[in-house]
C-alpha cells in the first residue's frame, strides 16, 4: 500500500514502515492538487496535520482506505470517511506533556514578569537597568499555591501532574471525570500516584490563584465575566488548548481591573489573526499556537500513526 505523508514523517517512524513493506510518499502537496495526487499515485493512506480532508475530497479519491494525523483533527471530515469506508486513525495522548510544559511556561512568565521584561530590556536594560529590576521585584512562586484545571482531559491531567510535582494544590472541575489518579513519574523509574476528586466548578474558581482552561466538547468550559468575578483577586489564567474558551473581551476588562494580574494564551478566538487589543497588552503572555509542537511530541505521533497502520492492515 502506498502512503502519502503530506508534511513528511519522523525517521524512526519512516523506517517503520518502510520495514514493513509500505511504500511512503512525503511530498508537500498544493491543497487543489491533492485530489489528483492522490489518483495519481494510487495512494491509499493520507497521513495529514492540519491540512483540509472534507467530504469533496474523499468523494474524490474512491482509492483511499486509511486517513492519519497526528493529532486530533477538526479539519477532517471524520463522520462522512467512515461512512464511506475510509478508517480514521488519530494519535492519543502524544501532545499532552508538550502542552502541559507550554502552560507552565505561560505560568511562570506570568508570575515572574518575564513576558514584560522580554519587551522593555532590550529597550531600557542598558538606561534603566535598575528601575526594570525594582518593577519585577514582586513575582511569586507557584510552590504551595493552588492550581485550578477547568476540563481534565489528558492535557489536563499531565497539567495537574507538574503542579503536583511543583508542590502546588490542584483542584479541578470536569463532571465527566468524578476521581482521578495522577501519576508522577521520574527519571530514575520511580512513581508516585495521587488521587484527586471533581471540585464544584465555584469552589475552582474562589480558591485557585492560577487556573488552567481546557477543552471539553461534553460541556461548556467557557471563562466570562460571571466566572471572573467569581475568581480571586490577582488570579493569572491559561488557555493552550482551544480559542474560545476565553471571552476575550471580558479578559481584558478582568486584567484592567486588576481581577486578573496576568493572562498566558497561545490559542485565541479570532486565529489566526488575534485582536490587536490582546497582542499589545502589557499583562498577557503569548505563543502562536505551538502548545503541542514540540520534537518529541511529533516524534510520539509520527510513531504512533505508524505501529497503528501496520497492525491495521496486518491484521
Known sequence: MKILATNGLAPAALE??????????????????????????SISILLVENEVVNKDLIDHCPGLKFIGSTEASTNIAISYAQKKGVKIIETKNVTAQASA?????????????LYDANRNMPLDGD????????????????????????????????VAALALRLGMQVLYFDEKEPTAEITISFFDGQSLTSSLKCSPKEMVLKQSHFI??????KQNQTISTKEFFAMKDGVGIINVAKGGLIDEVALVAALESGKVSFAGLDVFESE?????TILMHPNISLSPNIAKCTVEAYERGCTSLAEQIISQTTA
Do not use: C, M, W
Open 16 to 41: 517503520k514502515l518502510k520495514a514493513a513493506g509500505f511504500e511512503v510518499n512525503t511530498t508537500k502537496v498544493a491543497a487543489e492538487q491533492l485530489a489528483t495526487y492522490i489518483n495519481k499515485n
Open 101 to 113: 510544559e507550554l502552560t507552565f511556561a505561560h505560568l511562570f512568565s506570568g508570575t515572574r514578569f
Open 127 to 158: 538606561s534603566k537597568f535598575n528601575n526594570l529590576k525594582k518593577s519585577y521585584t514582586h513575582g511569586v512562586e507557584l510552590q504551595g499555591k493552588t492550581i485550578g484545571v477547568l476540563g481534565f482531559d489528558l492535557e489536563g491531567k499531565a
Open 212 to 217: 488552567s482552561v481546557h477543552q471539553n466538547e
Open 272 to 276: 489566526p489573526s488575534p485582536e490587536i
